[in-house]
């Protein structure tokens, strides 16, 4: 039985429609995952050290910062809180340039920076599979995302 043009209209915009919201979630990830990432991965010319942990409030934990190359010491910086930050703990960190923000460096930073890109390869991969009806292609999203959680799970 042949399909009628306004029935082959009404499949390509819904596909178009959830191409469309596969791709802001991957790019809604990615721009998240970005804002940190970026300081870790272009880290040439970015002020390295150490920071160990004093206190932690509810969004932020501070402490006190020693540069590796020369530059000047700081009292306070500041780090985003996370399940891996605890009070007392020494992290290798690369400031935000023009900023008192530390960024976690290493395996584990680098990792962090991206968990938003990879819950939003997990969820792209629902609309993928169900909206799109490309089940290989979902899996291979699902599967990326999911081994990023995984890894950053057990390297944190």
Request: one cysteine or more.
């Amino acid at each position: 039985m042949k399909r009628n043009s306004s029935g082959r209209m009404l499949t390509h915009a819904r596909k178009a429609a959830m191409a469309l919201v596969a791709l802001l979630l991957l790019v809604a990830g990615f721009s998240s995952s970005w804002g940190n990432a970026q300081h870790i991965l272009l880290s040439k010319g970015r002020e390295h050290g150490t920071l160990t942990v004093a206190r932690c409030g509810d969004e932020v934990c501070t402490g006190p910062y020693v540069p590796k190359a020369p530059a000047p010491e700081r009292d306070r910086v500041t780090i985003d809180r996370s399940v891996a930050v605890k009070k007392g703990v020494t992290l290798a960190v690369v400031l935000k340039p023009g900023t008192g923000e530390a960024v976690r460096t290493g395996p584990a930073g680098g990792l962090h920076a991206w968990l938003p890109l990879g819950g939003a390869l997990l969820l792209a991969a629902l609309v993928i599979g169900g909206g799109l009806r490309l089940t290989r292609v979902a899996w291979v999203s699902a599967s990326a995302g999911g081994a990023l959680l995984v890894a950053s799970f057990l390297v944190l």
